[in-house]
């Protein structure tokens, strides 16, 4: 009897019958596809956790630190929350509608208190406190530029002036003659609608614009800016839904885009090579790490040029990174490295920047303000005649239509800021070098000849 038990195997009570395998396996590969639903680049299940414990912390403390980790989760949570929204929106999402909802959405929100102290106050404390656009800026900038061909830069650099400054001119004379045809007089039209639009949005634009107002007109810089400012807000907002309306036809004209390569020769397909025609090398931790440092190395050489030259920091910074990249400066592993910077920040950082934008610098009563007739039909006809005027000249220098047309349309966005907003709506964040050639020397140049015309007839 012994020796028959013996001889029939006996399955230990921890072992797994072939069933109860083949059930856990199911049970696991189950979670590891809820783990690859996406809300935004958050996995659903960490997302929830996230709010939950967002949730948890605030009403058991009452406040949220302005700590990194904890502003992180916050503004991945919403923003990422925003964008699916916005995604899910037949039409709306065909015209930059993620975008528009994640940067205006929280300015509603703020504007109403529906969005409590405990969430607003450590999302400015912490946008104050870090200054973190100035992070994001050279991170995108240096990075698409020290990876993209070289002969691909230089041509465009120098050709995207030519539809700027076509674009800008005509912008400018169709503004002008719409707004004054409405009723609202050709000074207000020129000087408190036109000009701001293009005027390369609010710390570098309309701020020193309207100071530069105050002085040659002596009135309250403070009642000037109260009038341009609206204009600059609403300008954005065009920009933005012309350029996903752009994106959306680039879809279905392929011919018309480079789906982010500004010119018709060449190659910027960032990290498929190393920026010189040949194949990208491998990087590593290093390599990344190594390519942010030296974006912060630029921007920190753009601002002391500022501070002593009184150059646009930004400017020197994207001056400098060209500089570096024709001279062949940095070695193929470091441009490499850039193009993983410049990627990182494009996925994981643009739409929780654009709800912080939302909620600090974006006053909703401002946005609101320019929406009468005369003013919106006015803007509208601006930034219109401005994109489609760079259309049609890109054609004829060798350049994609569609993206010649982004760059060109944030000429009448809201400085770096409304880069972001822009490029993002279109899909076409590489384009940041030559967006902040549009915004900031185009906005400079807008600002100076306004000042000079204006002091001649006041």
Same mark, same amino acid.
């Not at 944030?410 to 030559?434: E, K, Q």
């Not at 020397?441 to 600002?447: C, P, Q, S, W």
């Given at each position: 009897?012994?020796?028959?038990?013996?001889?029939?195997?006996?399955?230990?009570?921890?072992?797994?019958?072939?069933?109860?395998?083949?059930?856990?396996?199911?049970?696991?590969?189950?979670?590891?596809?809820?783990?690859?639903?996406?809300?935004?680049?958050?996995?659903?299940?960490?997302?929830?956790?996230?709010?939950?414990?967002?949730?948890?912390?605030?009403?058991?403390?009452?406040?949220?630190?302005?700590?990194?980790?904890?502003?992180?989760?916050?503004?991945?949570?919403?923003?990422?929350?925003?964008?699916?929204?916005?995604?899910?929106?037949?039409?709306?999402?065909?015209?930059?509608?993620?975008?528009?909802?994640?940067?205006?959405?929280?300015?509603?929100?703020?504007?109403?208190?529906?969005?409590?102290?405990?969430?607003?106050?450590?999302?400015?404390?912490?946008?104050?406190?870090?200054?973190?656009?100035?992070?994001?800026?050279?991170?995108?900038?240096?990075?698409?530029?020290?990876?993209?061909?070289?002969?691909?830069?230089?041509?465009?650099?120098?050709?995207?002036?030519?539809?700027?400054?076509?674009?800008?001119?005509?912008?400018?004379?169709?503004?002008?003659?719409?707004?004054?045809?409405?009723?609202?007089?050709?000074?207000?039209?020129?000087?408190?609608?036109?000009?701001?639009?293009?005027?390369?949005?609010?710390?570098?634009?309309?701020?020193?614009?309207?100071?530069?107002?105050?002085?040659?007109?002596?009135?309250?810089?403070?009642?000037?800016?109260?009038?341009?400012?609206?204009?600059?807000?609403?300008?954005?907002?065009?920009?933005?839904?012309?350029?996903?309306?752009?994106?959306?036809?680039?879809?279905?004209?392929?011919?018309?885009?480079?789906?982010?390569?500004?010119?018709?020769?060449?190659?910027?397909?960032?990290?498929?090579?190393?920026?010189?025609?040949?194949?990208?090398?491998?990087?590593?931790?290093?390599?990344?790490?190594?390519?942010?440092?030296?974006?912060?190395?630029?921007?920190?050489?753009?601002?002391?040029?500022?501070?002593?030259?009184?150059?646009?920091?930004? $400017?020197?910074? !994207? =001056?400098?990174? @060209? +500089?570096?990249? &024709?001279?062949?400066?940095? /070695?193929?592993?470091?441009? #490499?490295?850039?193009?993983?910077?410049?990627?990182?920040?494009?996925?994981?950082?643009?739409?929780?920047?654009?709800?912080?934008?939302?909620?600090?610098?974006?006053?909703?009563?401002?946005?609101?303000?320019?929406?009468? $007739?005369?003013? !919106? =039909?006015?803007? @509208? +006809?601006?930034? &219109?005649?401005?994109?489609? /005027?760079?259309?049609?000249? #890109?054609?004829?220098?060798?350049?994609?239509?569609?993206?010649?047309?982004?760059?060109?349309?944030?000429?009448?966005?809201?400085?770096?800021?409304?880069?972001?907003?822009?490029?993002?709506?279109?899909?076409?964040?590489?384009?940041?070098?030559?967006?902040?050639?549009?915004?900031?020397?185009?906005?400079?140049?807008?600002?100076?000849?306004?000042?000079?015309?204006?002091?001649?007839?006041?």
């Amino acid at each position: 009897m012994q020796e028959g038990l013996s001889a029939t195997p006996v399955r230990s009570r921890h072992s797994d019958s072939p069933n109860a395998a083949t059930t856990r396996h199911s049970m696991r590969d189950a979670w590891w596809r809820l783990m690859d639903v996406r809300v935004g680049i958050v996995p659903l299940p960490v997302h929830l956790v996230l709010i939950a414990a967002i949730v948890t912390t605030i009403l058991t403390t009452g406040k949220l630190s302005a700590e990194l980790s904890p502003i992180i989760a916050l503004l991945a949570v919403c923003s990422f929350t925003c964008m699916e929204i916005g995604q899910r929106i037949p039409v709306f999402r065909s015209i930059g509608g993620p975008v528009i909802l994640v940067t205006f959405l929280p300015s509603w929100l703020v504007f109403t208190h529906a969005l409590p102290p405990s969430v607003v106050t450590p999302i400015v404390n912490f946008w104050k406190q870090s200054n973190f656009l100035y992070l994001f800026i050279p991170g995108i900038i240096v990075g698409s530029i020290l990876s993209m061909d070289r002969k691909v830069l230089i041509g465009g650099f120098l050709r995207i002036f030519v539809p700027l400054a076509i674009g800008s001119i005509l912008a400018g004379i169709v503004g002008t003659a719409v707004g004054t045809l409405l009723g609202m007089g050709l000074f207000h039209t020129v000087f408190f609608v036109v000009v701001p639009v293009m005027s390369g949005g609010l710390g570098e634009g309309v701020i020193p614009l309207t100071i530069g107002y105050s002085e040659v007109m002596h009135q309250s810089a403070g009642d000037l800016l109260a009038q341009a400012l609206p204009a600059v807000m609403l300008g954005n907002v065009c920009a933005i839904v012309f350029s996903g309306v752009l994106n959306a036809i680039g879809k279905r004209y392929p011919s018309l885009t480079g789906n982010g390569q500004l010119m018709r020769s060449g190659n910027d397909d960032i990290g498929s090579h190393d920026g010189h025609g040949k194949p990208a090398a491998p990087v590593d931790a290093t390599d990344i790490a190594a390519a942010g440092m030296i974006a912060v190395c630029l921007y920190f050489v753009g601002m002391l040029a500022q501070n002593t030259l009184g150059l646009p920091g930004p $400017v020197m910074m !994207l =001056v400098l990174a @060209v +500089a570096a990249k &024709i001279g062949f400066i940095f /070695s193929p592993r470091l441009e #490499a490295g850039a193009g993983v910077v410049y990627k990182f920040f494009a996925t994981a950082v643009t739409y929780p920047l654009l709800f912080a934008i939302g909620v600090v610098i974006t006053p909703w009563q401002k946005v609101v303000a320019s929406f009468n $007739v005369p003013t !919106l =039909v006015t803007i @509208v +006809a601006t930034v &219109i005649t401005l994109m489609a /005027s760079a259309f049609f000249v #890109a054609r004829r220098m060798n350049m994609h239509p569609i993206d010649a047309a982004i760059v060109v349309g944030t000429h009448s966005g809201m400085g770096g800021t409304g880069d972001v907003a822009i490029l993002t709506a279109a899909n076409r964040m590489r384009l940041m070098p030559f967006a902040q050639i549009a915004t900031r020397i185009g906005g400079a140049i807008t600002i100076t000849l306004s000042l000079i015309v204006l002091a001649k007839i006041v």
